[in-house]
Nanobody, 115 residues
Framework: QVQLVESGGGLVQPGGSLRLSCAAS????????MGWYRQAPGKQRELVAT?????????NYADSVKGRFTISRDNAKNTVYLQMNSLKPEDTAVYYC???????WGQGTQVTVSS
């Protein structure tokens, strides 16, 4: 079983940046497609970005974050990242990483964008 632990959330002003990390246990991390999701208060959880297995050459983003967020992975560190730039108040949510094929989720990390 893969265990996922997110970190890097916090309070940031509009226009600021944060980098989220998701550390995975296990030796087979590189074979999994990974994703970042978010859930704002009173809203359904939504997909933010995905990255393919291996080199992570294929990425996909929600329209709302295209051009502002970047997903990446470091298989040597068993970690997937979400670089978030030009943050907006509507990006406020709990962010989760997910091992998609196994449907494993992390516990989430809170991101709050406010002045």
């Amino acid at each position: 079983q893969v265990q996922l632990v997110e970190s890097g959330g916090g309070l940031v002003q509009p226009g600021g940046s944060l980098r989220l990390s998701c550390a995975a246990s296990g030796s087979t991390f590189s074979i999994y497609t990974m994703g970042w999701y978010r859930q704002a208060p009173g809203k359904q959880r939504e997909l933010v970005a995905t990255i393919s297995s291996g080199s992570g050459s294929i990425t996909n983003y929600a329209d709302s974050v295209k051009g502002r967020f970047t997903i990446s992975r470091d298989n040597a560190k068993n970690t997937v990242y979400l670089q978030m730039n030009s943050l907006k108040p509507e990006d406020t949510a709990v962010y989760y990483c997910r091992c998609i094929v196994r449907d494993y989720w992390g516990q989430g990390t809170q991101v709050t964008v406010s002045s």
